[in-house]
């Protein structure tokens, strides 16, 4: 995984802090949101050996595309949101992301 993708609330507040000393308004929400999408968005990319699905919010869900627009999968939180999941046990939201890539990936 990327340094640059926060792996658990203490790399969310290190880039908050990034953010704010660049003079970006980003909040907690926004960065974990992004990190949930991004951790996803590299486990198919290593799971397909290049950039060939995208991943993108489709409200709480994250869907995933193949490369000729078709969804290929859809993951959804355990919770209420990915943030909650995230706050409150990262490494298995991890985990789990990493679980639904290998079954979408394997159901093709």
Known sequence: M???IPENMEDVAMQLAQHKVRGEQVDETTVIQNAVRDILQAFFDEALEGHYDDVNWDENDLVVTDVMGNEAGRVHPQSDSFVNDFKTDADS?????EDETARIVGGR
């Open 2 to 4: 990327s340094v640059e």
């Open 93 to 97: 939201l991890i985990e789990r992301l």
